[in-house]
């Protein structure tokens, strides 16, 4: 969970070196594209609501489960952000619980693309089986297995700190780093070990399902315009894979590019901030919400529906 070890990283190394006015700016522009975000997602998340079309269905149900992902994701990593600027140290606990949350989300969410991946492929490959593989059911099944795997990730860093840390430590308070934290060696070999396995099955999976796809394509040329669809949707997919990859790379990346520009690191830093941990969470909206004919065409009902309202509430006031 590197987002918001780099998120309190970049925060907290700014704190006393910007100026009032630009610490204001930064934080006013993070809260504004946060909030932007939220809300279209939000009006995704309405839409999937209203119609029965896309909660009975698998590929919207795991859509909507990465959107609300993306929404607690960003939420958390701005609320670190802001903290930061606010407070020097936070208590212990309460950063605990921010961390911990975004280690959920943060691992939640190449897992749940590789699933929205293999479900092209059941769609494409295995046609007369996909209603058998990919029921309501079993979808929440597999939600409901991320989180396990999740919270078996955070939770065991969480036992090993209650295990070699005085219990006192959790009503101190603390500069909310994931490294200060979370800083036992086990937990630290444990996170890189983990987090190359799944990544490594992650991106197999993304590579076999969309060979897959595209061996398919050329055998039915019938069903070559549907293939083609569900590869660029996989590519797609892929993006935001290595976009949220770039969450475990960070701290890294970060350094690196102030060394390359060292007459401004603190503008490399935020912008760095910026594309890691807010433009990732805007392309899922762009995905579905723009690309899929049959959701667009309900989102755009809503939001023409919502205009005309708002038009009416006007004219009568």
């Not at 006015?21 to 006013?28: D, E, F």
């Not at 309405?46 to 994701?73: A, C, E, G, S, W």
């Not at 993006?239 to 990346?253: E, K, N, P, R, V």
Request: with cysteine.
């Amino acid at each position: 969970m590197n987002s918001s070890s780099y998120a309190l990283n970049a925060s907290s190394s700014l704190k006393y070196r910007d100026s009032p006015s630009v610490a204001v700016a930064k934080n006013v522009i993070v809260l504004a594209l946060g909030f932007t975000i939220n809300y279209i997602n939000g009006t995704l998340i309405h839409t999937f609501r209203k119609h029965q079309i896309f909660y009975l269905n698998p590929r919207y149900i795991l859509f909507i489960h990465l959107v609300v992902n993306d929404m607690i994701q960003l939420t958390s990593s701005i609320s670190l952000f802001v903290f930061t600027y606010i407070f020097y140290q936070i208590n212990v606990a309460f950063c605990c619980f921010l961390i911990t949350l975004a280690i959920f989300t943060t691992f939640n969410t190449p897992i749940n693309l590789a699933l929205m991946a293999l479900e092209c492929y059941i769609a494409i490959c295995l046609p007369l089986q996909h209603a058998e593989y990919c029921t309501t059911k079993r979808t929440y099944v597999a939600i409901g297995w991320i989180w396990a795997m999740s919270a078996v990730s955070a939770m065991s860093d969480i036992v090993i700190i209650l295990a070699t840390e005085p219990v006192e430590l959790f009503y101190s308070t603390i500069q909310c780093e994931r490294d200060n934290l979370f800083r036992h060696p086990i937990i630290v070999k444990k996170k890189e070990v983990s987090y190359l396995i799944f990544l490594i099955g992650v991106l197999l999976t993304f590579m076999y399902t969309y060979f897959r796809i595209f061996f398919a394509a050329n055998k039915a040329k019938s069903a070559k315009r549907e293939s083609k669809k569900a590869r660029n949707t996989i590519l797609l997919h892929g993006f935001q894979l290595l976009l949220s990859m770039l969450t475990y790379i960070a701290t890294a990346l970060m350094q690196a590019l102030v060394r390359w520009f060292p007459k401004q690191p603190l503008i490399v830093v935020f912008i760095s901030y910026i594309i890691i941990y807010i433009v990732p969470r805007f392309v899922s909206p762009i995905v579905y919400g723009l690309r899929d004919k049959t959701f667009k065409q309900y989102l755009k009902k809503y939001l023409l529906c919502t205009m005309k309202m708002g038009n009416e509430t006007d004219f009568r006031l």
